[in-house]
């Protein structure tokens, strides 16, 4: 199957080209001015799906944005496979910090990735990693390699929470019946050190707001005198982290897993450099829970952090006021057995417990999901890390991530099949910030890397 580095070979341009072409279309889903782009991005996976050679494709309306439904089935006895990505994006701000707008992708090389890498917002989460299926499937049909029968779904909300995607899996069971489920949406250690993911954070997600009087007041006549919502909420966040920063919810850590020696040291044999990880991010001292490493704090711990904080006057000059209210927006990480719902009502709970006198607490959750672990015994683990040997000529880690990508939770409970997550990212691509970027050879390497699974797999299945 030498072939496909040949493929790759050939059609080299076109495939940075298309994948560029799909990056020039703007499809924020949190941001309803865009709803025309989301929808048109929609369709372009469509038609690129029909033309790599899919038999059945299908936009699938749903109560939000829409679902991209491809399949091709060779065989009631082969394996299926059942591929899922996203097709929305995160919105690019703050848009002064890229180097180049975020929706004119353009390939400049990097410290890590010298022979180029896509610059825009997408590139990585998720469009670039999404289409290195499409890529690859496309292969495995002209070159007539295909081994079993594929299933895409594409949808268009995962960075808002996945909703409608939430409602459309339990209503098409049949349709999306697969043997095994297959996402590029997470990352690896680095190009010379391939990993897969086995473990995804669970979030619950939160907006706070504290009010104090019914307006915004004067500073010196009222300062002092009346509780500053401001003030207040500062301090009541500050208490969410002890002196060793632990959470201090209470009932926080009841459903935690702690993992034991072994499963740690094991953790720990991963190549990580504490110097490298500090330089990247120019901190002179890491931070978090006493007792914990890097890596385990950004995965097999859970954590609570502010995403945004406002209320005031923040604009230019001074102004000397007392804020009727201040707001801000918490997410929890949270790892398997802690469930979502029950954390959030934990975190309502306290927080309106420890609200002083003076004040009112409203709590709105927002999204969240379970946080999920896969098995490395199955037949789908050995596949991708075969797969891996493969085309980078080393066995891949597993590793656990610390994002989240909650449907695969869902996934498992409504169609009873286990994920395999083969993403070909680096920490270093930026999602979510400025300037993200996904290395050219990242994005090649996941074309080629892809059908050596499913040949695995369905060798393995059969
Ligand atoms: N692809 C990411 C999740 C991810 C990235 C997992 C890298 C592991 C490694 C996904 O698009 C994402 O951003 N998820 C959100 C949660 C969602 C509910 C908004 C996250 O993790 O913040
Ligand atoms: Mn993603
Ligand atoms: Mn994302």
Not at 36 to 48: C, M
Not at 263 to 292: H, N, Q, T
Not at 445 to 453: A, D, H, L, S, V
């Amino acid at each position: 199957m030498n072939t496909v580095k040949d493929y790759i070979k050939t059609h080299k341009e076109r495939f940075l080209e298309e994948l560029i072409q799909l990056l020039k279309i703007p499809s924020i889903s949190a941001d309803s001015a865009f709803e025309k782009d989301v929808l048109l991005t929609a369709d372009v996976i469509k038609s690129s799906l029909e033309e790599a050679g899919c038999d059945r494709v299908e936009i699938c309306d749903t109560p939000g944005y829409p679902i991209v439904y491809a399949e091709k089935i060779i065989s009631n006895d082969l394996p299926t496979v059942l591929v899922y990505g996203h097709y929305d994006v995160q919105p690019p701000d703050p848009l002064e910090l890229w180097t180049s707008p975020p929706f004119e992708p353009v390939i400049k090389p990097t410290e890590v990735h010298p022979e180029g890498a896509i610059f825009a917002r997408g590139s990585c989460d998720d469009k670039g990693q999404m289409y290195m299926h499409v890529k690859a499937f496309e292969y495995m049909i002209k070159e007539d390699k295909l081994p079993c029968n594929v299933k895409f779904m594409i949808e268009g909300e995962e960075e808002v929470g996945s909703e409608s995607l939430a409602w459309f899996v339990p209503r098409n069971r049949e349709k999306l019946a697969n043997d095994v489920i297959l996402i590029s949406d997470t990352g690896m250690i680095a190009n010379d050190i391939p990993s897969i993911t086995t473990g995804l954070r669970g979030l619950s997600y939160v907006e706070v707001e504290v009010t104090g009087p019914n307006r915004d007041l004067h500073s010196g006549l009222y300062g002092g005198a009346v509780a500053n919502p401001i003030n207040i909420l500062t301090k009541m966040i500050a208490s969410l982290h002890d002196e060793n920063n632990y959470i201090t919810i209470p009932g926080f850590y009841d459903n935690v897993e702690n993992l034991s020696k072994e499963e740690r040291a094991e953790m720990a044999k991963a190549p990580f450099s504490l110097e490298a990880y500090k330089e990247a991010l120019d901190i002179d001292s890491v931070y978090g829970e006493k007792g914990y490493t890097t890596n385990e704090r950004n995965s097999i711990r859970p954590t609570l952090d502010v995403n945004g904080i406002w209320g005031g006057y923040t604009g230019e000059g001074a102004k000397t006021v007392i804020a009727s209210k201040a707001y801000a927006k918490i997410s929890m990480r949270l790892v398997p057995n802690q469930d979502w719902e029950g954390i959030t009502q934990l975190f309502k709970t306290h927080f309106e417990v420890i609200a002083p006198k003076g004040v009112k607490v409203k709590v709105t959750p927002h999204h969240g999901g379970q946080g999920y672990v896969t098995p490395i015994n199955t037949i789908a683990y050995k596949a991708a890390s075969k797969a891996y040997k493969q085309t980078f000529g080393k066995t891949p880690i597993p590793q656990r991530s610390g994002g989240s990508i909650p449907i695969v939770s869902l996934f498992e409970k409504e169609l009873e099949s286990k994920t395999i997550l083969m993403g070909f990212g680096l920490n270093s691509d930026a999602i979510h910030s400025p300037n993200e970027h996904f290395g050219v050879w990242n994005y090649l390497k996941g074309i080629e890397t892809i059908p050596w699974f499913y040949k695995y797999f369905t060798e393995l299945k059969t």
